[in-house]
């Protein structure tokens, strides 16, 4: 069974910075996909960013220009660094990843962190 594991969620002020972790762990061979979804109360999950095994990155039109998704494959683990934030980032953040473990194809999600953006 993978689990994924997130940190660095909290309170910010407009305009700040806070960069997110997940790590993956279990008994991985390869992980292809790795993403971001945030989610507010009453709304759908929606998809943040992603990153592929080869480094192609994917954004929401919404914060193009202002986060980052990265990943360090050596320490299963994906990054979102969130810049300029606005207060209409305020939400739970999800990592997800998905790939092959010992067990077979896995598709796992992070419990989530709270990010919230006020002043």
């Known amino acids: 069974q993978v689990q994924l594991v997130e940190s660095g969620g909290g309170l910010v002020q407009p305009g700040g910075s806070l960069r997110l972790s997940c790590a993956a762990s279990g008994n991985i061979f390869t992980i292809h996909a790795m993403s971001w979804y945030r989610q507010t109360p009453g709304n759908r999950r929606e998809l943040v960013a992603t990153?592929?095994?080869?480094?192609?990155?994917n954004y929401a039109d919404s914060v193009k220009g202002r986060f980052t998704i990265s990943r360090a494959d050596a320490k299963n683990t994906v990054y979102l660094q969130m810049n300029s934030l606005k207060p209409e980032d305020t939400a739970v953040y999800y990592c997800n990843a998905a790939g092959q473990a010992v067990r077979g194809p896995f598709n796992s999600w992070g419990q989530g962190t709270q990010v919230t953006v006020s002043s």
């Open positions: 990153i592929s095994s080869g480094g192609t990155t």
